[in-house]
């Protein structure tokens, strides 16, 4: 797959395909602060019953990379550690920096990665993010098992959207794509412990928020590189 420019939906389309959108100015920004002070980058806690947690998380049905029917919280969040962020496979700027970014921390995460800590990509553009394009963009990022991508039906992807909390209080903000998320949600479903952190920063950054919300990885300390 080739970079290509920022896609323009026709008019029709538009609407609804730029209604899907938010948070990346602010991320990367905090991102930057944190790493410019030497500190963690700062999370933004969810409140049980805000968004996250059973019966919060919307069941809605998706797609995976492979074709494969699934639901969000059942088949995917339930009981489960995970990472989730929204992206789409046209995106020539901010994702291609995204997905590295947390390609390092899924490298990091080694043989836990599937097995007990899931990452998930969602397509903000599901109207052009079919499973193949998916299966492609993984290819050429080198993305091992333990990661999956995801689309789905407009309006599903909407309503997962607004629901694990990937959206800006200003209108003109969400509704435009070129600043579509820069937020990482990180969750523990079974103890429901929720948060979100910037995508754009360090790995090891990443994993100490990961820290907070599993007791596992908490107990068995910092195993990854971090910088002298």
Avoid at 173 to 201: E, F, K, S
Wanted: hydrophobic share 45%; net charge neutral.
């Amino acid at each position: 797959m080739t970079s290509s420019p920022e896609p323009h939906p026709p008019a029709a389309a538009g609407a609804q395909a730029h209604s899907r959108r938010g948070w990346l100015a602010a991320g990367a920004a905090a991102a930057a602060v944190a790493l410019a002070a030497g500190s963690q980058a700062p999370r933004q806690p969810v409140a049980r019953g805000a968004g996250a947690g059973p019966g919060r998380i919307p069941d809605v049905p998706l797609l995976t990379e492979a074709g494969r029917k699934v639901r969000l919280y059942s088949d995917l969040v339930k009981g489960r550690v995970v990472f989730l962020n929204m992206m789409y496979t046209q995106c020539s700027e901010r994702c291609p920096l995204m997905t590295q970014s947390l390609k390092r921390v899924h490298e990091a995460l080694g043989a836990r990665a599937g097995r007990d800590v899931f990452l998930y990509s969602v397509t903000l553009l599901p109207e052009y993010d079919r499973p193949a394009d998916l299966r492609a963009y993984m290819d050429l990022n080198r993305i091992g098992p333990g990661w999956t991508f995801l689309t789905g039906a407009p309006a599903d992807v909407e309503r997962l959207r607004l629901g694990m909390g990937f959206a800006d209080p200003d209108p003109a903000v969400d509704a435009d794509i070129a600043q579509h998320t820069g937020l990482l949600r990180v969750g523990n479903d079974a103890l429901d412990r929720w948060c979100m952190t910037p995508i754009l920063q360090e790995p090891e950054w990443i994993l100490e928020t990961l820290m907070s919300v599993d007791p596992l990885t908490r107990a068995s300390g910092r195993w990854w590189a971090t910088p002298a």
